[in-house]
């Protein structure tokens, strides 16, 4: 039996580490509840119900779990739908394209794809490779040398507390001009902006768990007080961290 011209990938996991995957179909990543990381061509997003991403077949990805999450992914084989926009692209979910995606899952590969089903993927496709076209500016380029990867990693680490610039570059073997060129370079932003970036994606990952309060939450990644990451949270995404969440849906 030969798998339908689309269907949804519908599945809870819990942590895991990073997966490299490589499929067939063009591939709509997307997590109904908790978040997920993805890492392709030299950059990373974290993926919340507010965010999902759009794949071209035979695109190298890699996904890591960080919490417990459910994934209500979807599949389309090339011959159904037209060549995604992009050969990969992150951009915010609409109330509508969540429902679609959501509509999707009794559409298992297991399924036949009737008449009402194969319209539904059909709309699923042409409403998310719309928003496609205006990917999110949320990434977060992975670096290329040895210095700055190291570096990325030994920032992240230390978001709870107060990163010092010049102690990473110590501690990554290059002189604290060195690292900042590279950086600027390398991710086209200073140190602080990549600091403020990943705090955030932080945070967006936090908020994707019901059990964290947004109080806590802003603690862990840095801040010294909910009305400070409030603001760097709107000047971020436009939206406040509680409107944030509000997106994710039920």
Same mark, same amino acid.
């Given at each position: 039996?030969?798998?339908?011209?689309?269907?949804?990938?519908?599945?809870?996991?819990?942590?895991? *580490?990073?997966?490299?995957?490589?499929?067939?179909?063009?591939?709509?990543?997307?997590?109904?509840?908790?978040?997920?990381?993805?890492?392709?061509?030299?950059?990373?997003?974290?993926?919340?119900?507010?965010?999902?991403?759009?794949?071209?077949?035979?695109?190298?990805?890699?996904?890591?779990?960080?919490?417990?999450?459910?994934?209500?992914?979807?599949?389309?084989?090339?011959?159904?739908?037209?060549? *995604?926009?992009?050969?990969?692209?992150?951009?915010?979910?609409?109330?509508?394209?969540?429902?679609?995606?959501?509509?999707?899952?009794?559409?298992?590969?297991?399924?036949?794809?009737?008449?009402?089903?194969?319209?539904?993927?059909?709309?699923?496709?042409?409403?998310?490779?719309?928003?496609?076209?205006?990917?999110?500016?949320?990434?977060?380029?992975?670096?290329?040398?040895?210095?700055?990867?190291?570096?990325?990693?030994?920032?992240?680490?230390?978001?709870? @507390?107060?990163?010092?610039?010049?102690?990473?570059?110590?501690?990554?073997?290059?002189? *604290?001009?060195?690292?900042?060129?590279?950086?600027?370079?390398?991710?086209?932003?200073?140190?602080?902006?990549?600091?403020?970036?990943?705090?955030?994606?932080?945070?967006?990952?936090?908020?994707?768990?019901?059990?964290?309060?947004?109080?806590?939450?802003?603690?862990?990644?840095?801040?010294? =007080?909910? =009305?400070?990451?409030?603001?760097?949270?709107?000047?971020?995404? @436009?939206?406040?961290?509680?409107?944030?969440?509000?997106?994710?849906?039920?």
């Amino acid at each position: 039996m030969t798998d339908p011209p689309a269907y949804a990938f519908v599945k809870d996991f819990d942590p895991e *580490p990073t997966k490299t995957l490589v499929m067939d179909r063009h591939y709509l990543l997307y997590a109904a509840k908790g978040a997920m990381r993805l890492e392709a061509e030299g950059k990373g997003w974290t993926l919340p119900p507010a965010r999902a991403a759009l794949i071209h077949a035979g695109r190298e990805i890699k996904v890591t779990m960080p919490q417990k999450l459910s994934a209500c992914s979807v599949l389309f084989d090339p011959s159904f739908v037209k060549p *995604p926009p992009a050969s990969l692209s992150v951009f915010e979910m609409t109330p509508l394209a969540r429902e679609l995606v959501l509509a999707c899952r009794d559409y298992d590969p297991q399924s036949t794809l009737d008449d009402y089903g194969e319209q539904l993927f059909k709309m699923l496709a042409a409403n998310t490779w719309k928003l496609a076209e205006t990917p999110t500016k949320a990434g977060l380029p992975s670096g290329q040398s040895e210095a700055v990867k190291a570096a990325l990693v030994l920032t992240e680490e230390q978001l709870a @507390g107060t990163p010092n610039f010049e102690e990473i570059a110590a501690n990554v073997a290059v002189s *604290p001009r060195t690292l900042a060129r590279r950086f600027s370079e390398e991710l086209g932003m200073n140190w602080r902006q990549a600091l403020r970036r990943l705090r955030m994606n932080r945070a967006i990952e936090a908020l994707a768990d019901p059990q964290r309060q947004i109080t806590e939450i802003a603690f862990s990644v840095g801040y010294s =007080s909910l =009305s400070a990451f409030n603001t760097a949270f709107r000047d971020f995404s @436009g939206r406040t961290p509680t409107e944030f969440r509000a997106s994710f849906g039920g």
